[in-house]
């Protein structure tokens, strides 16, 4: 397995360009995220999905799109990007935790980041 | 509102030396709590979770947290602590009902010397 995929490791863009930061699993979970990485703030969550077909906003949404066609993938799209969104990019996968199950709060798993700089 | 945090930006442990890592918390509800490493360059790496039951979780690499209710706390400890332990440590949350919503701290630089 190579468990969760990130393309690309660095990136430099100008301000008000688009690009799609791409994530790839191969162990077939259901549920994937995207977190920001910034100095003294942790791992901030962007947006997530508990399925194919099924995304929802994170705390820090604002500026980032997703889609989740496949199990597989799960594309951050920047439309307009900013300084602000200068950053650090996680994806992460697991499995989910169905409501009412506490047991199946299962761990994440990380692919290595994106480095993403917006002049 | 939910958060987590962790009270020291880095800790410094001679090697062989015990190390503990501290976290605390607040949630409404029950806490699911979890501890990441993250090594230089590198995405981040579970170490263990708290979910319910002992207090006392044994995780990864000899790594070790407990569960205190009244604190309020997650600390990380081991009893030995070693040069490749150096790394960025993470605390993070998932609030009852959160569905897989981690809420991370700002992370602790651990360094340990020789």
């Known amino acids: 397995n190579a468990g969760v995929t990130q393309t690309p490791k660095f990136q430099v863009l100008k301000t008000g360009q688009s690009m799609t930061l791409q994530c790839a699993q191969d162990?077939?979970?259901?549920?994937m995220s995207w977190y920001r990485q910034d100095p003294g703030m942790g791992l901030r969550l962007i947006h997530y999905?508990?399925?194919?077909?099924?995304?929802d906003q994170g705390e820090v949404p604002n500026g980032y799109n997703v889609s989740r066609s496949t199990t597989e993938d799960f594309p951050l799209r920047l439309l307009s990007a900013a300084p602000s969104q200068t950053s650090v990019y996680f994806c992460a996968s697991s499995y989910p935790s169905p409501a009412g199950q506490i047991s199946s709060y299962n761990e994440q798993f990380f692919g290595p980041g994106t480095r993403l700089t917006v002049l | 509102a939910q958060s987590v945090a962790q009270p020291e930006d880095q800790v410094n442990v001679a090697e062989g030396n015990p190390l503990t890592v501290k976290c605390t918390y607040s949630v409404s509800g029950n806490p699911y709590l979890f501890w990441y490493v993250q090594y230089p360059n590198r995405g981040l790496q579970f170490l263990l979770k708290?979910?319910?039951?002992?207090?006392l979780v044994k995780g990864s690499y000899g790594f070790e947290a407990e569960f205190n209710k009244s604190q309020t706390s997650f600390h990380l400890k081991k009893p030995s602590a070693l040069v490749s332990d150096s790394a960025l440590y993470f605390c993070a949350v998932i609030f009852s009902g959160g569905y897989n919503k981690l809420i991370f701290g700002a992370g602790t630089r651990l360094a340990v010397h020789p």
């Open positions: 162990m077939n979970h259901e549920y």
């Open positions: 708290y979910i319910t039951g002992d207090n």
């Open positions: 999905s508990v399925g194919a077909g099924i995304t």
